[in-house]
């Protein structure tokens, strides 16, 4: 009997070892990503049109990512698009829990929300990089991954280490800055010939 119940408690522990790490990400009504529409005033992201929504993690101290093709940030397998539900556009469709085999239960871990419109990809991120039309970055959200019996803390919400909700800004079609950059020059050269 003894030897039974070693060898179910070595078990025990060489599998939770190996557990992955949860983090809850749905977001709710109160924490909708929107888009920037017209005057100042932004609205809910738009439930016609597919955004697609990805969580990415890094190891606690990672500064914010510099650029959209940080390596620092690795996106979890999980993805969602936003949601034509009563709750209103902006919502995650049913992400549920997202796992992360690299961060084990108990580990703190940042991570941050994007969401994204593309015409050369949906929810994988390299594959979407090259064609982003609309990006929106979260703030950064530290904590701890759940999992067995730790509880699953949700990234949302207004707690410490949670994240609320961002807004998706169009990204300027190479045309628009190129016309935009003729038009600060010819403003340029008319007030240096005055």
């Given at each position: 009997m003894k030897k039974l119940l070693t060898l179910t408690l070595l078990l025990g522990v060489t599998v939770a070892s190996y557990g992955q790490g949860q983090l809850n990400w749905a977001n709710t009504a109160s924490t909708l990503i929107t888009l920037q529409g017209v005057g100042?005033?932004?609205?809910?992201?738009?439930?016609?049109?597919?955004?697609?929504?990805?969580?990415?993690?890094?190891?606690?101290?990672?500064?914010?990512?510099?650029?959209?093709?940080?390596?620092?940030?690795?996106?979890?397998?999980a993805y969602a698009l936003n949601s034509t539900a009563a709750a209103g556009a902006g919502?995650?469709?049913?992400?549920?829990?997202?796992?992360?085999?690299t961060y084990t239960p108990g580990t703190s871990v940042q991570f941050i929300v994007r969401a994204w419109q593309s015409a050369t990809g949906g929810g994988d991120w390299s594959a979407a990089l090259p064609g982003i039309t609309a990006i929106g970055t979260s703030s950064l959200g530290t904590l701890i991954m759940g999992g067995g019996a730790f509880p699953v803390p949700g990234a949302f919400g207004v707690a410490g280490g949670q994240i609320g909700g961002f807004t998706v800004v169009p990204v300027p079609e190479p045309s628009s800055m190129a016309l935009a950059g003729i038009g600060a020059a010819s403003l340029l050269l008319l007030r240096r010939r005055k």
């Open positions: 100042s005033l932004p609205v809910r992201v738009d439930a016609g049109t597919t955004y697609n929504f990805g969580l990415f993690l890094a190891p606690v101290g990672t500064a914010a990512p510099a650029s959209l093709n940080d390596a620092n940030w690795q996106q979890v397998t919502r995650m469709l049913n992400p549920g829990v997202a796992s992360s085999a």
